[in-house]
């Protein structure tokens, strides 16, 4: 079973940018597709964007395209997300989540691993 630890979230401008880190405790984290999603209270968990195993394919949601970008760097057992020309809807909680079968999938219910999730909050 592998545990994620989400980090890098904070306070931010609107217009600015942050870098989420999500860090697996295990190598074997490479071969595991990862999505991140993100919830703000009252509303559904959302999709954000997911990365493959190994790493040669990204998708994301259309609300964040061009704006986001998933890396990994599967030396580290790490994927991030950098987060540029943020805006106020974009505060949220940040999930990364894992699974050993699916790979760029953005539905949460293909991922059996999740972080404790990060915050991010963009002021206008």
């Known amino acids: 079973q592998v545990q994620l630890v989400e980090s890098g979230g904070g306070l931010v401008q609107a217009g600015g940018s942050l870098s989420l880190s999500c860090a697996a405790s295990?190598?074997?984290?490479?071969?595991?597709?990862v999505g991140w999603f993100r919830q703000t209270p009252g509303k559904e968990r959302e999709f954000v964007g997911a990365?493959?195993?190994?790493?040669?394919?990204?998708n994301y949601a259309d609300s964040v395209k061009g704006r986001f970008t998933i890396s990994r760097d599967n030396a580290k057992n790490t994927v991030y997300l950098q987060m540029n020309g943020l805006k106020p809807e974009d505060t949220a909680v940040y999930y990364c989540?894992?699974?050993?079968?699916?790979?760029?999938?953005?539905?949460?219910?293909?991922?059996?691993?999740w972080g404790q999730g990060t915050q991010v909050t963009v002021s206008s």
């Open positions: 989540a894992a699974s050993p079968v699916a790979s760029g999938a953005s539905s949460q219910r293909a991922y059996p691993y």
């Open positions: 295990q190598s074997t984290f490479r071969g595991y597709g």
């Open positions: 990365i493959s195993r190994g790493a040669t394919s990204t």
